[in-house]
T-cell receptor, first 113, second 112 residues
Framework: NAGVTQTPKFRILKIGQSMTLQCAQD?????MYWYRQDPGMGLKLIYY???????DKGEVPNGYNVSRSTTEDFPLRLELAAPSQTSVYFC????????????FGEGSRLTVL | DQQVKQNSPSLSVQEGRISILNCDYT??????FLWYKKYPAEGPTFLIS?????DKNEDGRFTVFLNKSAKHLSLHIVPSQPGDSAVYFC???????????FGQGTTLQVKP
């Protein structure tokens, strides 16, 4: 049981490039989330999903896209990377919306130069 | 519009003493509050939570207090240990989406 797995752990992008951060969970959780953490700013919600085929915007969705074709996977797509997207990205999941605490992955550190 | 605020960026305490971390919120619709602990290069891990129908929840050395009228919660760690040194995030949620709104975090240093 691996929990929430994120890949890659580290990535450097050039301005204007695109990439996808992968997130997979093996706990059969319906709800999944993407957060970003900037220094001194806490975690901000980018997008979330309450089940396969259903996604919605969080606090800071601009510059990102998501999809949820299966219960297990919730990839985050960055189009036209900008320096402002330099951050640490965390994926998380819970069984239902009233389950309480989120289970987080170890994070993906992205630098845009 | 910071709905959850942790106004102390850092806190330093001596081993064996009490650590008190504070958190304020503005949205009266929040009905569930959590504390997360985060070590460098790791994801946040759940520490303790409290529902809005309670004013105190205890788990070993960790106790969370909720003051709804003041929209304030606090985390008490007694006794503090060097292994408690980490960043602590307060978070709040309301409704059925499970979304958490996080504070900025407080870095706790426990000195031996």
């Amino acid at each position: 049981n691996a929990g929430v797995t994120q890949t890659p752990k580290f990535r450097i992008l050039k301005i204007g490039q695109s990439m996808t951060l992968q997130c997979a969970q093996d706990m059969n959780h319906n709800y999944m989330y993407w957060y970003r953490q900037d220094p001194g700013m806490g975690l901000k919600l980018i997008y979330y999903s309450v089940g396969a085929g259903i996604t919605d915007k969080g606090e800071v969705p601009n510059g990102y896209n998501v999809s949820r074709s299966t219960t297990e996977d919730f990839p985050l797509r960055l189009e036209l990377a900008a320096p402002s997207q330099t951050s640490v990205y965390f994926c998380a999941s819970i069984p239902t919306g009233r389950s309480g605490e989120l289970f987080f992955g170890e994070g993906s550190r992205l630098t845009v130069l | 519009d910071q709905q959850v605020k942790q106004n102390s960026p850092s806190l330093s305490v001596q081993e064996g003493r009490i650590s008190i971390l504070n958190c304020d919120y503005t949205n009266s619709m929040f009905d569930y509050f959590l504390w997360y602990k985060k070590y460098p290069a790791e994801g946040p891990t759940f520490l303790i939570s409290i529902s809005s129908i309670k004013d105190k929840n205890e788990d070993g050395r960790f106790t969370v207090f909720l003051n709804k009228s003041a929209k304030h919660l606090s985390l008490h760690i007694v006794p503090s240990q060097p292994g408690d040194s980490a960043v602590y995030f307060c978070a709040a949620s309301g409704g059925n989406t499970g979304k958490l709104i996080f504070g900025q975090g407080t870095t706790l240093q426990v000195k031996p």
